[in-house]
């Protein structure tokens, strides 16, 4: 079983910057494919940005640029930063962890008012 608990979530300024993190209890969290998803209401999940065992990242085109996926293996953390958010950027943020199987955060909210 794997937890996974999401932070850093808040209302900010169009322009302004969130530091989203991702805390999974997992014993060989370093083999797992790390990602973040959002979800806006009405809107299906979709994949943020992607990072794997070996550091290898993937991003959405509409975040490119601006935000930041990296992993702390020690710390058994992946965080997401976010800059130059826009308030198309409003959703729940969730974190998953996929090794065999896909776990779920309980997810984050992100507002960015205009």
């Known amino acids: 079983q794997v937890q996974l608990v999401e932070s850093g979530g808040g209302l900010v300024q169009a322009g302004g910057s969130l530091r989203l993190s991702c805390a999974a209890s997992?014993?060989?969290?370093?083999?797992?494919?790390m990602g973040w998803y959002r979800q806006a209401p009405g809107d299906q999940r979709e994949l943020v940005a992607s990072i794997t065992s070996g550091g290898n990242t993937n991003y959405a085109d509409s975040v490119k640029g601006r935000f930041t996926i990296s992993r702390d293996n020690a710390k058994n953390t992946v965080y997401l930063q976010m800059n130059s958010l826009k308030p198309e950027d409003t959703a729940v943020y969730y974190c998953?962890?996929?090794?065999?199987?896909?776990?779920w955060g309980q997810g984050t909210q992100v507002t960015v008012s205009s």
């Open positions: 997992v014993s060989i969290f370093s083999t797992y494919l």
């Open positions: 998953n962890a996929k090794y065999t199987f896909s776990w």
